[in-house]
């Protein structure tokens, strides 16, 4: 069993990108630029922006954090939304979800300039990415992406399985795993809460990929000997063992999992820090498209 | 087994339009206007269109046929698209694919306004789909799927098989019958030219949709007793039999297959016709909107 390294894959791609901003900047373009709009005041909101905001620090980015209260209009919200997108230094930015019950988060993320959706959240890059054009990818199968890459894991032709039809994870990775591409190729099956006969499908996969966000829900009689294993849940459970009093826990139950596996991810440090990066990366390529 | 008569359901749909413009028409609306365009001679492509226009005659719609020669540029075509974007009386139209060489396909249809792109090819309307919002489906998809409704398939939680990961057909289609709809909620495999084990897969299948473009490819072998088989194929095979000297041949070899289903589509006349309503559907719809 080979442990997929997240934490390290996503330090080696932040020194990647670090170097290509100095390129850039030493060939006279100015630093990549994000911006972040944050509306109110939700703890996990807020925590993610400003762990963006310190990325962008890391690899050599500007970065803007526009803050708003929870009481803003839908109106104001777009006229935020048009501004950035006519604002030449701003590359690429998002605005973090979920919004407050009086804004449509459809009509603001359709409001985005698709050429600065970093985010890949628009319709429009939701629509190249189905049909296989060069397009942002959304941050979660974007990272998961990358560590099939980096660590070889062979796609083609493979039995994958994802479990989830969320519109950030499940169906864009399903759709990214079978292009003609590489990784890609395979024959993947998605797998959802009205699916029938769940254990056995998952035990087929060569590619297992949770997505549910149910804690521990694939144990070790739905795994195949020598499957790859991915595991994108991320869910606090009461814990008396940190000091925070939660613990950070995946879709899948390792222990018991892990022994029966060629590759798995742990729950923290696979695929989580890979979401981070993912945004990085498509910030930098908005800048290099100017 | 029961045979899924496309030519029957898509005279049926036929009447519901014509009823439905006949009370937009009394309401003091005018009839809905699908225009064509078609560069080029392409034997293929003048027929589709053709048949395009005597269907929307056949409905009550107004239609225009824009006609241009093979060497125009993709200025003058962008020019025409523009036009038809600005024209309110027309509701909907279609750029008949392929194009010829010099012009840039994906251009065009992403200079069509999502609005008015009837053909659901734009990519907002593919990325909508996939995230399950209102959108404008591709015709042989969207014909699929309601065949499956009109004869109360039951999709939800079965083990569907799409083989084919076309832009056009799987690929939307496996995100149709995977959304939270009904039909759809079904666990979905997508199996193309690189998968592996592809007998074993279909022979899993309860409902199996072959869309690969390869003549009886689909054999009895790899059909569970009492599927649904839905054959998307339209391969002109040379024949003796026939005045025309060639036969439309499906995907699935028909005879050895038919006895196993539950359901059938015969080529011709299952999803074929189908495909044609699925446009004046989306025409309707466009016009309904404004």
Redesign the interface.
């Known amino acids: 069993m080979q442990l997929i390294d997240g934490k390290k894959i996503a330090a080696e791609v932040k020194q990647e990108i670090k170097k290509e901003v100095e390129q850039l900047v030493a060939s006279g373009s100015r630093k990549p630029h994000l911006a972040a709009v944050l509306v109110g005041n939700d703890g996990g909101s807020v925590t993610y922006v400003n762990h963006k905001v310190n990325d962008c620090k890391e690899v050599g980015f500007e970065s803007t954090l526009l803050k708003f209260e929870d009481s803003i209009t839908e109106k104001e919200l777009l006229e935020a939304v048009h501004n950035l997108n006519q604002d030449d230094s701003i590359d690429g930015f998002i605005v973090q979800l979920p919004l407050p019950k009086q804004i449509d988060e ?1 009509k603001i993320i359709e409001a985005i300039d698709p050429e600065k959706d970093v985010d890949g959240f ?12 060069p397009s942002f990818v959304s941050a979660t199968p974007s990272g998961i992406m990358e560590l099939i890459k980096r660590y070889n894991i062979e796609t ?4 994958c399985v994802v479990l989830g ?1 969320s ?1 950030i994870v499940g ?2 990775l ?2 990214l795993l ?1 292009q ?1 591409n590489i990784p890609g ?1 395979a ?6 809460s ?4 769940i254990k056995e ?1 998952c035990a087929r996969a060569d590619i297992l990929i949770a997505a549910i966000g149910k804690p521990e829900f694939v144990t070790a009689d739905m795994v195949k000997e020598g499957a790859t294993v991915i595991d994108v849940g991320t869910t606090r459970l009461p814990s008396d063992k940190t000091k925070s009093g939660w613990k950070l826990t995946g879709d899948v139950k390792f222990d018991e999992v892990s022994p029966k596996c060629k590759y798995i991810t742990p729950v923290p440090g696979g695929v989580g820090p890979m979401t981070r990066v993912a945004l990085l990366k498509n910030t930098l390529l908005a800048a290099q498209k100017k």
Chains 1, 2 share one sequence.
């Not at 628009?122 to 054009?133: A, D, R, S, W």
């Not at 083609?156 to 039995?159: F, I, R, S």
């Not at 024959?187 to 959802?192: E, G, P, R």
């Open positions: 459809a628009h319709p429009v890059n939701v629509g190249k990415m189905l049909i296989g054009l083609t032709g493979k039995n039809r519109n169906r864009p399903t759709n079978s003609k190729n024959t993947v099956t998605m797998i959802h009205r699916s029938e006969n499908i």
